[in-house]
């Protein structure tokens, strides 16, 4: 069986204002090869979990789609359309527990002035053994002082943009060094987040995450775990982390909409504490949310 993919473009005019919705064929050509989002990585996205039709954290997601957006002066995008978007997909799905839909928006055709935008959905992988078994990562330094979103914000740290290359060629590196993920460290050795995913320490009883200020993204599945923090008998905040902190941890996870909570067994090939019933309680939680 064929896995389901389902597409809709949403259709901008030349002031950049969305105009419309239209349901399009995944698997016929849609995009030319002069769009930006192919030739420049100049674009931003979100990626929001479904669960049985329902997509979760949405409003946090077009928050950030927007936020994203306004930092590489694209068009504001309209929340109304894109969420109308995200629920047509969705309900495509609604047959499928896990899936997820993907929301673009690029500068269009180099040259022109209308954005190209676009909203697919398909079914989530199968990530129970990263849920359960956890995952080892390396520490890897991101070449960028912990303030840099303040000193070059044409750095766009912080911003869910498309130039992913960065993101993937540190993927490859952890791997080369036997472990399955990134965690990437500031040059002056703060703790900021994985390619995809967002840090997460327990430690004498609070869930701890790094600042948004640092130049990392704001994460929506973090933000949800916090909110229910207290129904664990945990506090929760956000505070600067070093790796120190993550060694010396009682338990800490990398989280992201489509994984969910990944605990961390092991850093840089020491193996560290896994909190199976919280993880269970976390993921349980994540995979029950309905808006």
């Known amino acids: 069986m064929s896995t389901p993919q389902h597409l809709i473009l949403v259709t901008h005019d030349q002031e950049g204002h969305a105009t419309g919705l239209l349901p399009a064929e995944a698997d016929a050509p849609q ?74 928006i690029s500068r269009g055709i180099e040259g022109g002035s209308t954005p190209t935008g676009w909203a697919y959905g398909s079914v989530s992988p199968d990530f129970r053994r990263e849920r359960t078994e956890g995952v080892a990562v390396a520490l890897l330094d991101r070449g960028l002082r912990s303030d840099v979103a303040e000193t070059a914000p044409w750095l766009l740290a912080g911003a869910k943009t498309l130039s992913y290359a960065v993101n993937k060629a540190a993927v490859r590196e952890a791997q080369r060094r036997g472990a399955d993920d990134a965690l990437f460290v500031s040059s002056d050795g703060l703790l900021l987040e994985g390619p995809t995913s967002t840090l997460i320490v327990l430690h004498d009883r609070a869930l701890v995450t790094p600042p948004a200020a640092l130049g990392i993204l704001p994460g929506t599945t973090q933000h949800d775990l916090f909110g229910a923090a207290r129904d664990w008998g945990l506090d929760a905040r956000v505070d600067v982390l070093r790796p120190d902190d993550l060694r010396a941890a009682e338990s800490a996870w990398l989280v992201s909409s489509l994984r969910l909570a990944a605990p961390i067994r092991a850093v840089d090939g020491a193996a560290t504490p896994v909190d199976a019933g919280l993880t269970a309680a976390m993921n349980g939680f994540l995979r029950s949310r309905r808006s």
Not at 36 to 62: K, N, W
């Open 31 to 104: 995009l030319s090869v002069l769009d930006a989002s192919a030739t420049r990585g100049d674009g931003v996205f979100e990626t929001i979990s479904v669960g049985s039709g329902h997509p979760q954290a949405l409003d946090a997601h077009l928050d950030r789609f927007a936020r994203s957006a306004r930092m590489l002066d694209l068009p504001e995008p309209d929340a109304g359309l894109w969420g109308d978007a995200v629920h047509a997909i969705a309900e495509a799905l609604a047959g499928h527990e896990e899936a997820w839909v993907k929301t673009v």
